[in-house]
């Protein structure tokens, strides 16, 4: 690492921590004494998202947060909340591995989490995603939603009478 003050190579490193998603390291130069700062991270491969007519554009998760954050307006959730789904949503399409996402995948996802979350903010976030045609479309969505709501309400019972 050069040295910011006589730009020498020879620095060592006098303390190592972790900060948030990366490392903070303290140097010293062996030539001048002066000491500095550095940060180490994980450069993130760039991921494109594919819209549904086949435009890429760069994955933004401060807009995916928007989205999800007008969905979720005027309902008890907190924004750390919504925060951390994002995070979560965001180190899963990471962890796929690819250059490019689908749009729809990334609704998928977000929706899954809705839909464990929060009835109102699912259905909100429902109607912009799916596009409905119209209120029979978004009607028979707040159905399906219900049916799912039941099984998952019989199953949890079904697991409390096995325990």
């Not at 020498?8 to 140097?27: A, F, L, P, S």
């Not at 912009?128 to 199953?155: G, N, P, Q």
Request: charged residues 45%.
């Amino acid at each position: 690492m050069k040295c910011p003050y006589c730009t020498r190579k020879d620095t060592r490193v006098i303390d190592t921590r972790e900060v948030g998603e990366g490392i903070r390291r303290r140097r010293e130069c062996k030539d001048c004494h002066q000491r500095f700062t550095t940060y180490e991270r994980v450069a993130k491969t760039s991921l494109l998202v594919v819209k549904k007519d086949g435009r890429r554009e760069p994955f933004d998760s401060e807009k995916l947060l928007k989205g999800i954050l007008r969905a979720c307006a005027k309902r008890a959730i907190s924004t750390e909340t919504v925060e951390l789904m994002v995070k979560d949503v965001e180190r899963e399409l990471y962890e796929l591995g690819r250059a490019e996402v689908e749009s729809e995948h990334i609704g998928k996802m977000v929706m899954s989490r809705l839909r464990e979350l929060d009835d109102v903010a699912y259905v909100r976030f429902a109607s912009v995603y799916r596009r409905f045609r119209d209120v029979d479309s978004l009607a028979e969505e707040i159905e399906e939603f219900k049916e799912w709501k039941r099984r998952e309400a019989e199953l949890e019972a079904q697991l409390r009478l096995d325990l």
